[in-house]
């Protein structure tokens, strides 16, 4: 019997979830267990196809916070070559773009649409491990995730290449999948 609430599977028969205590019922059973089987028939989105829709996304984030930072590049120059300039601005650069990359693709991938436009392109979703739209936490942790991705040397990113379910490190860790659309 599958727990509705976190997919765990338990004993037959068992009255609450072993692993987050929730009152177990055949319903949710047999829903849980559905989705479990229609997950089994999906589509996961290869290594190239991902690699594409982040360049896709990279470029737009990039030309975007061109157009809304060019005013702000001017305002900083100037500021920073006045003798009176404020210590630590030039870092603001840095956080403004984390921030925006941040919010382009938790909310996005959060969002009805399950995409950032460089997936909707490829025509690819991001959804947790039952096929369900993700919540905004779980993305914003899939986002930050991608830091360890990176630090392997790329390695975690390269596990969507070779995992059964082409998930990447920080998919693991959200546990999220990035499927094509149905």
Request: charged fraction near 10%; charge should be positive; glycine fraction near 12%.
């Amino acid at each position: 019997m599958y727990c509705a609430s976190c997919g765990t599977q338990n004993l037959d028969g068992a009255v609450s979830c072993q692993r987050c205590g929730i009152r177990l019922t055949a319903g949710a059973a047999a829903s849980a267990t559905a989705s479990v089987a229609s997950a089994a028939a999906v589509a996961y989105a290869g290594f190239w196809r991902r690699v594409a829709a982040f360049l896709l996304d990279g470029i737009l984030i990039t030309v975007a916070l061109g157009i809304l930072g060019g005013p702000f590049g001017v305002w900083r120059g100037w500021i920073l070559h006045r003798p009176s300039s404020f210590g630590g601005l030039p870092c603001f650069g840095g956080l403004f773009h984390t921030v925006a990359a941040w919010l382009y693709f938790a909310l996005l991938e959060s969002s009805s649409l399950q995409a950032t436009l460089g997936k909707q392109v490829l025509g690819i979703i991001v959804t947790d491990l039952y096929g369900r739209r993700v919540s905004f936490a779980r993305a914003t942790g899939r986002h930050f995730g991608k830091i360890l991705s990176s630090i392997t040397l790329g390695v975690g990113f390269a596990m969507a290449g070779f995992t059964a379910r082409r998930q990447a490190l920080h998919d693991v860790l959200a546990e999220c999948l990035v499927i094509r659309k149905p």
